[in-house]
């Protein structure tokens, strides 16, 4: 059987945990088979693949802990875990930037976009060319003349920061939003602390969100990878099937 009509016949199936078992218990069906079997089954029934423990099935029957299908089906796992863990951090950012058209795009647009993001608080910041910000620039002048238009930049910038991100991803943030009220009430020192605060704590967690997208997106690379590269590591030419056409018909 060549590999693409087993992997038809794995998509296909019915009854794909059934036909998994009665893989798994077949000592007639060597390693490098069942290696190929499995990746095609996380492929194409990964949602079963997170609701049953594969490892500890493969293990009822195939107690190998060295074996090339053991160690695939573990290092799929150690995959997921990574990637679910940092899918719990993005649900994060989706519950506090509703920006519907960011969420449309793809995994790779949305890390451009965050990266745009990024770019464009430093800009606000004046520190898009240089590491001498506005807030920082500001404390170096903060006995000069022209307090009033201190204040002004200083009100622009913070104005500017919260309409990018929007108030949600202040409120899910716990990052705490003064009015103006209580704005106007600081002194100009003051002042230039909050708006070091306000930059410090959105630029903090805009890096640590561009992070976790390249890392979920590096794994999930890493799965497309093993998907769909079968013959790694193994001679596919020198690899006969042992999975014969009869036994899989009942499955289809």
Same mark, same amino acid.
Not at 14 to 31: A, E, G, R
Not at 174 to 200: A, C, G, P, Q, R
């Given at each position: 059987?060549?590999?693409?009509?087993?992997?038809?016949?794995?998509?296909?199936?019915?009854?794909?945990?059934?036909?998994?078992?009665?893989?798994?218990?077949?000592?007639?069906?060597?390693?490098?088979?069942?290696?190929?079997?499995?990746?095609?089954?996380?492929?194409?029934?990964?949602?079963?693949?997170?609701?049953?423990? =594969?490892?500890? %099935? *493969?293990?009822?029957?195939? $107690?190998?802990?060295?074996?090339?299908?053991?160690? /695939?089906? !573990?290092? #799929?796992?150690?995959?997921?875990?990574?990637?679910?863990?940092?899918?719990?951090?993005?649900?994060?950012?989706?519950?506090?930037?509703?920006?519907?058209?960011?969420?449309?795009?793809?995994?790779?647009?949305?890390?451009?976009? =965050?990266?745009? %993001? *990024?770019?464009?608080?430093? $800009?606000?910041?004046?520190?898009?060319?240089?590491? /001498?910000? !506005?807030? #920082?620039?500001?404390?170096?002048?903060?006995?000069?003349?022209?307090?009033?238009?201190?204040?002004?930049?200083?009100?622009?910038?913070?104005?500017?920061?919260?309409?990018?991100?929007?108030?949600?991803?202040?409120?899910?943030?716990?990052?705490? %939003?003064?009015?103006?009220?209580?704005?106007?009430?600081?002194?100009?020192?003051?002042?230039?602390?909050?708006?070091?605060?306000?930059?410090?704590?959105?630029?903090?967690?805009?890096?640590?969100?561009?992070?976790?997208?390249?890392?979920?997106?590096?794994?999930?690379?890493?799965?497309?990878?093993?998907?769909?590269?079968?013959?790694?590591?193994?001679?596919?030419?020198?690899?006969?099937?042992?999975?014969?056409?009869?036994?899989?018909?009942?499955?289809?």
């Amino acid at each position: 059987m060549n590999l693409l009509k087993l992997e038809n016949i794995i998509m296909n199936t019915k009854t794909p945990l059934l036909f998994l078992l009665i893989v798994f218990q077949n000592n007639k069906i060597n390693d490098k088979n069942k290696y190929i079997f499995i990746k095609f089954f996380f492929k194409h029934h990964i949602n079963l693949a997170l609701e049953y423990n =594969l490892l500890s %099935l *493969y293990n009822e029957f195939n $107690y190998n802990n060295t074996s090339l299908t053991y160690n /695939l089906i !573990f290092d #799929i796992y150690n995959i997921l875990k990574k990637q679910i863990n940092y899918i719990q951090f993005i649900k994060k950012l989706k519950s506090s930037f509703k920006l519907p058209s960011f969420w449309k795009k793809n995994i790779d647009e949305q890390i451009i976009h =965050l990266k745009k %993001l *990024y770019e464009q608080l430093l $800009y606000i910041f004046d520190g898009s060319k240089t590491q /001498l910000y !506005f807030h #920082i620039r500001l404390k170096s002048i903060m006995n000069d003349t022209g307090e009033h238009y201190h204040i002004e930049q200083i009100m622009e910038r913070l104005k500017q920061t919260v309409s990018l991100f929007k108030l949600p991803f202040f409120k899910e943030h716990d990052i705490y %939003l003064l009015s103006n009220f209580e704005f106007f009430e600081l002194t100009l020192h003051n002042m230039v602390k909050y708006t070091e605060y306000i930059f410090d704590k959105t630029s903090t967690i805009l890096i640590k969100y561009i992070t976790y997208f390249e890392h979920y997106n590096y794994y999930r690379k890493e799965l497309i990878y093993i998907f769909n590269n079968v013959s790694e590591s193994i001679n596919i030419e020198e690899t006969n099937s042992d999975i014969d056409d009869d036994d899989v018909s009942l499955f289809v």
